[in-house]
């Protein structure tokens, strides 16, 4: 009885691991790429009634966003076909949302682009460069397709491998909130998972080529990061606690720059 146990969930987990082209490494995701998109769709609608959204027409740091945001779902369009990896950006339709939040220091993007920055975190980002490294950053996380190991994992933890058509059906609040705390959204949910390490020095590295293709001096990602870890000091706000700023980060953001540099002089 055990060996069947142990042998069905291992197959459970075999079928449920794909290879990323984006990574390049077999990832855990037990959710459709789809139905995520369609839950991020209603959550990012829902998030956007309930926050205040600033509107580009009349606020200068809502105009920056969305000019980040359209270079670089530019650059991320031309980067995967020039790469012949179409297939990574389908189903994207990306929206950008700049919230009314100055106790907030975070941003973040839900699977299908819909991304969203608050403007507690713009003291620290100080500039377009580094707001433009923010975003490449969690762009990455999404295109990474992080949220769905995570998602994936709470699901068997929390869920008991239930499929998310089913739980949304038969647990929709438990479910909205999984998804909520997966992406890093609500800090009213308690404590954030942090992203591994492995996932956030992916997002550090196809971060920082996304906005130099943009157009963006990925040099600007060290004086940032720095900045951010200032910022954390004793009592760490949000963004940091689920983005360890560390030596780690630096010397391998350090170890990525020539190649990111290679791709800011071509967009030059
Ligand atoms: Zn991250």
Known sequence: MKKIFIFL?????????ALNLVTGRNQLSLVKESDLRLMAVDQYNTFLKENRVLSSGSSRDAAMVDRIGARIANAVTKYY??????????????EFNTIDDNKVINAWCMPGGKVAVYTGLLPVTQN?????????????HSIAKHGNERMSQAMVQQMGGMALEVALAQKPQETQDLFMTTYGIGSQ??????WSRQQETEADKYGLIFSAMA?????????????MSVAGGGNPPEF????????????????????ALKYYNAAK
């Open 81 to 94: 076909s020039s790469e012949g990896k179409e297939s990574v950006l389908e189903g994207y339709s990306w």
């Open 215 to 227: 157009g963006y001096d990925p040099r600007e990602a060290i004086p940032f990061w720095q900045r």
């Open 128 to 140: 377009e460069t580094a707001l433009a490294i923010v975003m490449g950053h969690e762009i990455a």
């Open 9 to 17: 969930f291992g197959a459970f987990f075999l079928a449920g691991c």
């Open 189 to 194: 949910l308690g404590a954030m998972l942090p």
């Open 240 to 259: 940091l606690s689920t983005h360890p700023s560390d030596e780690t980060r630096l010397r391998k953001l350090k170890q990525f720059m020539p190649e």
